[in-house]
């Protein structure tokens, strides 16, 4: 793909976000909807045209350019090797999380007591580790994909479960900004095997959420996190009630 084809690819991305249509472009550019679509479908965009569309977005041209490397970004899952050296320094993680999250080197420097030596330090071994590269000025570019999952059983997702899971549950779920739903039933398989693909829509949408939400003044923004699991299981307070069933 082009370096003109990923930035409007980025675009589109950032329309359909905002839920901005080919007829609005339209009407911020002044031309008439064919127009348009033969601009996306010829990549004939000029640099002053991208700048009113960025405009519609209320977007700069380098947040569209950020949006556009981080959809080239192609890793979804890192290595044993890698995954056990971030776990083997605590502030190395907190600085993959960061990053893998959107935060830039001036706003970790912001919000965390880390020095601009330090910060500077861990992002150069993620650099190393292939999570980003770090760019003049301390410009970060993930490596990525929008798809990333820590290793199924892994170090990290070892770590979530036994320490991160467990606290995140116990604190109350009653505030504006949090919910909670806790449902029993009896599924069949075929019940079973779409709601396991409900939830990993679920997952896509708040994973383009976050990317959007990227665009957005970071006071704006604040750190959320989303528990999904299905799994055949009965409380086992009354397991000894059960019947045997056979097969």
């Known amino acids: 793909m082009s370096d003109t084809s990923t930035v409007l690819a980025a675009l589109k991305r950032a329309l359909r976000g905002r839920g901005l249509t080919y007829r609005d472009v339209a009407r911020g550019l002044d031309l008439s909807e064919a127009s348009v679509k033969r601009l996306f479908a010829q990549n004939d965009f000029t640099l002053e045209r991208l700048e009113r569309v960025c405009a519609l977005l209320e977007l700069s041209l380098s947040d569209l350019l950020r949006l556009a490397e981080a959809g080239q970004a192609t890793i979804t899952e890192l290595t044993d090797a890698q995954e056990r050296e971030l776990m083997a320094d605590r502030k190395l993680l907190l ?83 949090a919910a909670r739903r806790f449902v029993f039933g009896v599924l069949s ?46 409380p086992s307070v009354f397991a000894d009630l059960e019947r045997t069933r056979g097969g």
Do not use: C
């Open 95 to 177: 600085m993959a999380i960061l990053v893998i999250n959107g935060w830039t080197y001036e706003q970790i420097l912001g919000d965390y007591t880390l020095s601009a030596q330090e910060v500077v330090g861990y992002l150069a071994r993620l650099d190393r580790l292939k999570l980003i590269d770090l760019l003049p000025g301390n410009r970060i570019r993930l490596r990525i994909s929008r798809n990333f999952t820590w290793r199924k059983g892994g170090a990290i997702e070892q770590f979530f479960e036994q320490q991160v899971a467990g606290e995140f549950l116990r604190h109350r779920f009653d505030g504006a900004n």
């Open 189 to 234: 398989k075929r019940s079973m095997t779409l709601l396991r693909r409900r939830l990993e829509q679920l997952v896509r949408k708040f994973n383009e959420l976050h990317q959007e939400d990227l665009q957005l003044p970071p006071a704006t923004r604040r750190g959320t996190s989303m528990l999904l699991a299905v799994r055949r299981w009965a």
